[in-house]
């Protein structure tokens, strides 16, 4: 990848100081004695309802509920492209009742935004696979490839549809500026939801979506893919005949991934108790059905393991992100 640049919004530090130090007693029940998780839990979600964080969230709960017994409910803390949730699960530190559905703003937040965290600061659990993203448009549009809007990227304005300083099509869109010298304008919102309605009211001109957000309008003819950005086509019988970036001159790929993590400092009974639901959970009809549901590609990493991503995962994303 080549550097880039993507302007970070400031969080006021009077607000994010509230938000971090709320205690992490504030929510569940208390931990057993081995300090594994008891009674009821708390996944975080730091973005609002509707999106693919939210649907990640919802079905990393509803598959580690099953498999555990314990009631785990899903709250949504938005604001700040995500930083607002990632700090008030910064102030659940040692308590094993809380969990957050993690994704690659847990790397590009520290990195872009004047953040008390980083992926180190928390415990990551479980990867549970890599979510790509498509170029989508109104059906009515006069573009039908990604080399169309990027030629007319290059010739006047383009207005694109943002998720957050940080998002993945926020990095997607800023690839694509990189390789291909263009530029694009911008509009914030502050989830996928957000984003696709901000497409089909005519208020953007192209988006970059997850295939799960969108793959209703595409099946209602609302919308119309250009490209994908993954390595390789899609085999999902409904997205197959879309043509990657790659084969139409942009050289662009990436994945967010998706998984949840713990708070930082909590026991070596609470980890392994985790990972070990984390793997149940990966066994599981509910997972498959997540990973369909969503057109995502299944590569379940766990503890350590997922550390690691995270390491090599942020390297890449410092190139994009940080000049």
Same mark, same amino acid.
Request: net charge negative; proline share 3%.
């Given at each position: 990848?080549?550097?880039?640049?993507?302007?970070?919004?400031?969080?006021?530090?009077? $607000?994010?100081?509230?938000?971090?130090?709320?205690?992490?007693?504030?929510?569940?029940?208390?931990?057993?004695?081995?300090?594994?998780?008891?009674?009821?839990?708390?996944?975080?979600?730091?973005?609002?309802a509707?999106?693919?964080?939210?649907?990640?969230?919802?079905?990393? $709960?509803?598959?580690?509920?099953?498999?555990?017994?314990?009631?785990?409910?899903?709250?949504?803390?938005?604001?700040?492209?995500?930083?607002?949730?990632?700090?008030?699960?910064?102030?659940?530190?040692?308590?094993?009742?809380?969990?957050?559905?993690?994704?690659?703003?847990?790397?590009a937040?520290?990195?872009?935004?004047?953040?008390?965290?980083?992926?180190e600061?928390?415990?990551?659990?479980?990867?549970?696979?890599?979510?790509?993203?498509?170029l989508?448009?109104?059906?009515?549009?006069?573009?039908?490839?990604?080399?169309?809007?990027?030629?007319?990227?290059?010739?006047?304005?383009?207005?694109?549809?943002?998720?957050? $300083?940080?998002?993945?099509?926020?990095?997607?869109?800023?690839?694509?500026?990189?390789?291909?010298?263009?530029?694009?304008?911008?509009?914030?919102?502050?989830?996928?939801?957000e984003?696709?309605?901000?497409?089909?009211?005519?208020?953007?001109?192209?988006?970059?979506?997850?295939?799960?957000?969108?793959l209703?309008?595409?099946?209602?003819?609302?919308?119309?893919?250009?490209?994908?950005f993954?390595?390789?086509?899609?085999?999902?019988?409904?997205l $197959?005949e879309?043509?990657?970036a790659?084969?139409?001159?942009?050289?662009?790929?990436?994945?967010?991934?998706?998984?949840?993590?713990?708070?930082?400092?909590?026991?070596?009974?609470a980890?392994?108790?985790?990972?070990?639901?984390?793997?149940?959970f990966?066994?599981?009809?509910?997972?498959?059905?997540?990973?369909?549901?969503?057109?995502?590609?299944?590569?379940?990493?766990?503890?350590?393991?997922?550390?690691?991503?995270?390491?090599?995962?942020?390297?890449?994303?410092?190139?994009?992100?940080?000049?």
């Amino acid at each position: 990848m080549k550097s880039g640049r993507i302007g970070a919004a400031a969080l006021g530090t009077a $607000a994010l100081l509230a938000l971090t130090a709320c205690s992490g007693a504030a929510g569940g029940s208390p931990a057993a004695e081995d300090g594994a998780p008891s009674g009821d839990v708390r996944m975080i979600v730091p973005f609002s309802a509707g999106g693919g964080s939210d649907q990640s969230g919802r079905a990393i $709960a509803a598959g580690l509920e099953d498999g555990t017994g314990l009631n785990i409910s899903v709250e949504n803390r938005e604001g700040g492209s995500g930083a607002v949730g990632y700090s008030f699960f910064l102030g659940q530190d040692a308590n094993p009742n809380y969990l957050l559905a993690a994704e690659t703003a847990l790397l590009a937040l520290p990195l872009t935004q004047d953040v008390e965290f980083s992926y180190e600061s928390f415990t990551p659990i479980m990867k549970l696979g890599d979510d790509y993203t498509l170029l989508v448009v109104p059906a009515d549009s006069e573009w039908d490839t990604c080399s169309d809007v990027v030629t007319a990227a290059g010739d006047g304005r383009v207005v694109a549809a943002v998720s957050g $300083a940080t998002s993945l099509d926020e990095i997607v869109f800023t690839l694509v500026e990189q390789d291909q010298d263009v530029e694009f304008d911008r509009v914030p919102f502050e989830s996928g939801s957000e984003v696709l309605a901000g497409l089909l009211g005519g208020q953007v001109d192209v988006a970059s979506l997850n295939p799960s957000e969108v793959l209703g309008q595409l099946e209602s003819g609302d919308l119309k893919a250009l490209c994908a950005f993954s390595d390789e086509r899609y085999e999902y019988e409904a997205l $197959a005949e879309i043509p990657t970036a790659t084969e139409q001159g942009i050289d662009v790929s990436f994945a967010q991934f998706r998984g949840f993590i713990a708070p930082g400092n909590i026991t070596d009974e609470a980890r392994d108790f985790w990972i070990e639901a984390a793997e149940e959970f990966a066994e599981s009809d509910a997972y498959d059905t997540y990973i369909a549901d969503n057109v995502m590609q299944a590569n379940a990493v766990y503890g350590d393991d997922f550390v690691d991503y995270l390491e090599g995962n942020r390297a890449e994303l410092e190139k994009v992100l940080v000049k």
